[in-house]
């Protein structure tokens, strides 16, 4: 099966002229060195390591991967596909060389490169079906597209062949819409995993202070069932108070601790039960008898959400979140 790849031809479309002239496709990160210098791709993590020292492990861990990718994954006779922001369309080629290291080709900041013959012929972005859009959105410098490429290869010949009706358009997008946001809610989810009991302690303070309430935490060690009390007022007089029990595990919280909840002081406030590990049935059970609401980690995922922008500086510290808009 023939492989196809989605090379982005620099941070602004700014390769795509050198490319189409001197028939190659060129990625970056000169700091590395030649990537076929090393033996593994471990090898060339510890040196990714060592030159950007500075920058997130995440982001080092990343490049490395579409060096070593562009490097030894991309072979003679491979299709390549790249994007005109400009011109709002895909160039297709053939790898007829695969990788080689050369600064004096093309662009010396892209001295990764791959001999391509491209094709004359363009295909409109607008003719896509918009699964394929959303494939080719992805904004890794290199990565593979194989499910789209016999549809590219249809529309190289016949850009006419395009048969997506608007309604499967619209679908495709919500569809598209849905995954963006389960992804991201999920991210959330794990960023949360990683805080440990106190920090969650205080991501929930933030968050009934988000929501309009004072909220004093209770100090390390024993808590009595109570983590936070939350008041609408400074001195704490006016209804309604809410006190919290925080568990942060795997396991699920059982009904005991429910229990433990509802007899802790004060004993005419309103109980809340946030536990990321879920709830026993019989925790469900007791909370449904004695109406303390129970919140999961993905209805507290939903709510920091809701709440973020009102959250305190020094909460969203502790969970960085990014603004991110999609079409409604």
């Known amino acids: 099966m023939t492989k196809w790849w989605m090379i982005r031809a620099g941070d602004n479309n700014e390769l795509l002229p050198v490319w189409e002239k001197e028939g190659i496709a060129s990625i970056g990160w000169p700091s590395l060195g030649n990537p076929k210098e090393y033996r593994s791709v471990d090898d060339l993590k510890k040196k990714a390591d060592e030159v950007f020292e500075e920058k997130n492990p995440r982001s080092r861990s990343s490049w490395v991967n579409q060096v070593w990718r562009f490097s030894h994954k991309i072979g003679q006779g491979d299709r ?111 960023k949360i995993d990683h805080l440990d009991p106190w920090e969650m302690q205080k991501l929930i303070a933030g968050l009934l202070v988000a929501m309009g309430y004072y909220a004093e935490e209770s100090g390390k060690g024993p808590d009595g069932g109570i983590d936070v009390l939350a008041y609408k007022d400074a001195f704490g007089f006016q209804k309604p108070i809410i006190k919290t029990q925080v568990k942060h595990r795997k396991d699920k919280a ?30 469900l059970k007791v909370a449904n008898q004695y109406s303390v609401k129970l919140i999961n980690l993905e209805q507290l995922v939903k709510l920091i959400v809701e709440w973020y922008e009102n959250m305190p500086h020094e909460t969203k510290a502790l969970l960085p979140l990014k603004k991110m808009y999609v079409p409604e």
């Open 80 to 190: 390549v596909i790249t994007y005109s922001k400009e011109k709002r369309e895909y160039m297709i080629g053939t790898v007829s060389e695969d990788h080689f290291y050369d600064k004096t080709v093309g662009d010396f900041h892209y001295p990764n490169h791959i001999r391509v013959n491209w094709e004359d012929n363009r295909i409109a972005r607008d003719i896509l079906p918009q699964g394929a859009k959303n494939s080719l959105g992805s904004t890794l410098t290199v990565f593979r597209v194989d499910e789209w490429g016999e549809t590219f290869e249809q529309l190289l010949n016949n850009p006419a062949a395009s048969s997506q009706s608007d309604s499967d358009e619209e679908t495709a997008e919500e569809d598209a819409i849905k995954d963006i946001m389960g992804i991201a809610l999920g991210m959330i989810e794990d």
């Open 254 to 283: 059982g009904s005991k601790e429910v229990q433990q909840l509802l007899g802790a002081h004060p004993m005419d406030a309103n109980c809340l039960f946030i536990s990321t590990g879920g709830f026993s049935s019989s925790a």
